[in-house]
C-alpha cells in the first residue's frame, strides 16, 4: 500500500513544552460534544487553532513543531484516524503555502524589514505579524470547512427527483443535509421542494421495529437524528436492518452515502457496511453516489479491505465453547487471536498512546464491528459529489493536487 507518512500512526509522540501545557485531545472531545454537527477533521482543525493561540511561539519553526506535534498527539488517541487525519494534513500544508506566499518575491532575495505587506521576519523582525496572519487564515479555513457542507447540499439535491426513493446509511451529516435540502427546497432561487421517500439503514435494527432509537448500551443509534428531521419535514422515511438491503433493492432508485475518507484511486473509506451497499447498487445497475467534503481528500492508496492504516477486530476466529479472542476484563488480546494476527492492517507493539493524566502508555483499541470501516473501490461510484462539483472517481487524483500542490 502506497500512503503518506503523516497517515500511519506515529511509533512516538514529539514532546514539547508547549505541546504539553494545552490538552489537544480534551479540547477536541470538548468541540465535538459541544457541536453535534462538527465533523472530527473540522473539529481537530479548530482545536489546532486554539492551540496555536494560546501558545506565544516567536519563531516559524517552533510554530510547526508544535502544530505537528499537537496533531501527532491527537492521531495517536483516535482509533480511526483517516478523516481526521485527512484535515489536519491539509490544514498544515495550507498553512505552510500561506508561510511561503508571505516571503519576498524579489529574485535577488533582498531581506524585506519587519513591517513588509507580506508578514515575512527578516533578521530582528518581528513575528508576531506572522503568527497573527497564520491564525486569521486558520481560523478562515475553518469557516470554509464548515461551510462545504451546504454547498454540498446545494449540488447534491439536484440528484434527487419526484418520486425518487432513496437509500442511504450511517450518520453523514452531509448526506442528512443533501437531503434536508431536497425536502425544504429553496424559495431564495426557485427551486422546489422535492417529494421523495428515504430508506434508511439503520444498523442493528430489527426488522419490522422501526421506532428503535437506541442500541442496547442506550446510545443514540447513527442516523437517528436524520430519520427524525426528514419526518419532520413531511418525508415518508423506512428504517431497515443491514440485512434487507438487497430485499430493499427493487424499492430504491439510488443510493447516497457519506464518507470518512476519499483516496487516491477514487474510492472511500466508511463506515462498515458501505462496501456490500456499492457491489449490491452495482449488480442492480442503481447509480452510487458519495457526498464528501474535500478536506476528506486523503493520499492515501489502499489496495484491498484489509490495506487500511489502521487496526481492526471483525473477523476473529475462535474454537472451544469458552475459548475467548479477547479477555474481557483487561480488553487484551488472548488465546488465538495475539496482537498481529487480525485481518486488519496491524500495528507495531510499540505504538500506543499517552495517557494524558497519568503519563503512561497504553495500547490503542482495536475498532469493533460497530466502529469498523470497508473501502468501497472507485468502479462501484457513480459520482462524487463536493463543494466544489461533481466529481468522476478518476479525477479524483487530479483534485488531490490541485489541493495538495
Not at 479548530?46 to 510547526?64: D, F, M, Y
Not at 496572519?133 to 481560523?139: D, E, F, I, K, V
Not at 421506532?211 to 428504517?239: F, W
Not at 500495528?347 to 470501516?373: H, Q, Y
Request: a negative charge; charged letters at 20%.
Amino acid at each position: 500500500m502506497a500512503e503518506s507518512g503523516s497517515l500511519a500512526r506515529p511509533t512516538s509522540l514529539p514532546s514539547t513544552p508547549s505541546a504539553r501545557s494545552f490538552d489537544i485531545v480534551a479540547t477536541y472531545h470538548s468541540l465535538l460534544a459541544h457541536d453535534p454537527e462538527l465533523t472530527m477533521p473540522v473539529a481537530a482543525i479548530e482545536a489546532l487553532v486554539l492551540c496555536l493561540s494560546s501558545h506565544p511561539s516567536t519563531t516559524i519553526s517552533e510554530t510547526l513543531d508544535l502544530l505537528h506535534a499537537a496533531t501527532q498527539s491527537l492521531k495517536a488517541h483516535v482509533p480511526n484516524p483517516i478523516s481526521l487525519s485527512a484535515g489536519t494534513d491539509l490544514f498544515q500544508r495550507y498553512l505552510v503555502t500561506q508561510l511561503h506566499q508571505s516571503r519576498p518575491g524579489s529574485a535577488g532575495g533582498a531581506r524585506p524589514s519587519s513591517s513588509s505587506s507580506g508578514g515575512y521576519l527578516g533578521l530582528g523582525g518581528d513575528f508576531n505579524a506572522v503568527r497573527q496572519h497564520l491564525l486569521s487564515n486558520g481560523r478562515l479555513f475553518v469557516e470554509r470547512a464548515k461551510a462545504s457542507r451546504q454547498r454540498i447540499a446545494s449540488f447534491g439535491r439536484h440528484f434527487i427527483r419526484d418520486g425518487s426513493t432513496v437509500l442511504t446509511n450511517g450518520g453523514s451529516r452531509v448526506v442528512g443535509a443533501v437531503l434536508r435540502s431536497a425536502a425544504e427546497g429553496d424559495k431564495g432561487s426557485g427551486v422546489a421542494p422535492v417529494r421523495f421517500r428515504v430508506v434508511y439503514v439503520m444498523g442493528g435494527t430489527p426488522a419490522g421495529e422501526e421506532e428503535v432509537q437506541e442500541t442496547s448500551d442506550g446510545v443514540e443509534m447513527e442516523g437517528t437524528r436524520t430519520v427524525k428531521a426528514l419526518r419532520t419535514l413531511g418525508v415518508p422515511v423506512a428504517t431497515i436492518p443491514e440485512s434487507a438491503v438487497a430485499y430493499a433493492l427493487g424499492k430504491v432508485d439510488m443510493m447516497i452515502v457519506g464518507a470518512e475518507g476519499v483516496v487516491e484511486n477514487g474510492g472511500i473509506i466508511s463506515r462498515l457496511g458501505t462496501y456490500q451497499m456499492g457491489m449490491l447498487a452495482k449488480a442492480a445497475g442503481k447509480p452510487f453516489y458519495v457526498v464528501v467534503e474535500s478536506h476528506k481528500f486523503v493520499r492515501l492508496y489502499p489496495l484491498s479491505q484489509y490495506d487500511l492504516p489502521i487496526e481492526q477486530r471483525v473477523i476473529e476466529f475462535k474454537v472451544g465453547k469458552d475459548e475467548k479472542v479477547e479477555d474481557e476484563a483487561s480488553g487484551q488480546p488472548q488465546g488465538l487471536a495475539a496482537a498481529g494476527e487480525d485481518e486488519g492492517v496491524v500495528m507495531d507493539p510499540a505504538e500506543s498512546t499517552i495517557d494524558s493524566k497519568a503519563g503512561k502508555s497504553s495500547p490503542l483499541k482495536a475498532n469493533s464491528p460497530k466502529d469498523a470501516v470497508d473501502f468501497t473501490p472507485p468502479d462501484l461510484i457513480s459520482g462524487i459529489i463536493t463543494e466544489s462539483g461533481v466529481l468522476t472517481p478518476s479525477a479524483v487524483s487530479e483534485e488531490l493536487i490541485k489541493i495538495w500542490f
